[in-house]
């Protein structure tokens, strides 16, 4: 299986610092890579599908890059409803299983 | 509006069976791929299971064997029969639309808390 690993696990930043996690598979998988945000107490919710594009809604705040195996997300400025848990997915392995990454707190 | 509703969480003693419900509106279950996705308490996501449109069925390795996925056409709903339950399946089970080839889980639904304790 593929595994996906996230950092840092925990990040502590301030309202408007840009912002970056990464995501590393421990195998090429192209750009097939997603991003989602948990927010506490709800569902996960998809940001960013095929590393960088991003879902409609979505503030532009939010960016993806990379492809392979280096997967990242950044916010450029930090607010406070940013609160939340970050997870990468991979969706390379056919047919399954499409492994989560260990996710990214983020704290404000 | 595409909506997902989950139902058929509880407590449950170790070695029993439940089956979840993920009842769609807005989107076809038969059309689409579809997942379960776990959450443990205060733990980070794992991938359960996907069904395909073809009706392609998968799982992940905890739950092989003991879990199975289907849907019902006629009432637009996905369904997890989860058997021989153990303390580790306790978690919040969503349902999400996605879960194919490149594919990313794009509509989830609010989840549902499965409890296996005796």
């Known amino acids: 299986d593929i595994q996906m690993t996230q950092s840092p696990s925990t990040l502590s930043a301030s309202v408007g610092d840009r912002v970056t996690i990464t995501c590393r598979a421990s195998q090429s998988i192209s750009n097939y890579l997603s991003w989602y945000q948990q927010k506490p107490g709800k569902a996960p919710k998809l940001l960013i599908n095929a590393a960088s594009s991003l879902q409609s809604g979505v503030p532009s705040r939010f960016s993806g890059r990379g492809s392979g195996t280096d997967f990242t997300l950044t916010i450029s400025s930090l607010q406070p409803e940013d609160l939340a848990t970050y997870y990468c997915?991979?969706?390379?392995?056919?047919?399954?299983?499409?492994?989560f990454g260990g996710g990214t707190k983020v704290e404000i | 509006e595409v909506q997902l509703v989950e139902s058929g969480g509880g407590l449950i003693q170790p070695g029993g069976s439940l089956r979840l419900s993920c009842a769609a509106s807005g989107l076809t279950v038969n059309d689409n791929y579809m997942s379960w996705v776990r959450q443990a308490p205060g733990q980070g996501l794992q991938w359960v299971s996907v069904i395909y449109n073809d009706g392609s069925t998968y799982y992940a390795d905890p739950v092989k064997g003991r879990f199975t996925i289907s849907r019902d056409n006629s009432k637009n709903t996905l369904f997890l029969q989860m058997n021989s339950l153990r303390a580790e399946d306790t978690a919040v089970y969503y349902c999400?639309?996605?879960?194919?080839?490149?594919?990313?889980?794009?509509?989830w639904g609010q989840g549902t808390l499965v409890t296996v304790s005796s």
């Open positions: 999400a639309r996605g879960g194919g080839w490149g594919s990313a889980l794009d509509y």
């Open positions: 997915q991979q969706s390379y392995s056919n047919p399954s299983p499409h492994t």
